[in-house]
């Protein structure tokens, strides 16, 4: 016999998304062509994030040619996808303002031996 005490009681707990967390979501996606987090690079220009768990990326890459956009904005939905909260993704390229070196964090560019 289960008594009131006993029983689970299953409580929904709150997700707040937060911008800072959905960049260490993906901060684990890689360029492949530098071996450095996309994050790090500077190519994620903003992630909106709406009430309803939809999240909107603003991101770039290094160039107009570069053959991995597409591996790249797949990866970021994915991993966007994965986590709890939420609903929907979409990323877009951008192309304004040009990515450039400074776009980078400053260990990575120390890292790199890119000290502006």
């Known amino acids: 016999m289960i008594t009131k ?3 689970a009681v299953e ?3 709150e997700i707040v998304l937060t911008k800072e ?3 260490d979501v993906i901060r684990p996606v890689i360029d492949p062509d530098i071996g450095i987090s996309i994050v790090d690079l500077g190519l994620i220009y903003d992630i909106l994030i709406e009430d309803s768990g939809m999240i909107e990326v603003e991101m770039t890459m290094t160039t107009p040619a570069c053959p ?3 591996q790249l904005v797949g990866e970021v939905e994915y991993m966007l996808r994965q986590t709890k909260g939420v609903t929907d993704v979409h990323v877009e390229i951008v192309w304004d303002p040009p990515w450039s070196i400074d ?3 400053e260990a990575t ?3 790199l031996g890119l000290d502006l």
Do not use: A, I, T
């Open 21 to 23: 967390g959905l960049y």
């Open 5 to 7: 005490k006993q029983e």
């Open 68 to 70: 991995y956009g597409p």
């Open 11 to 13: 409580v929904e707990e």
């Open 103 to 105: 776009k980078m964090d």
């Open 109 to 111: 560019r120390l890292n």
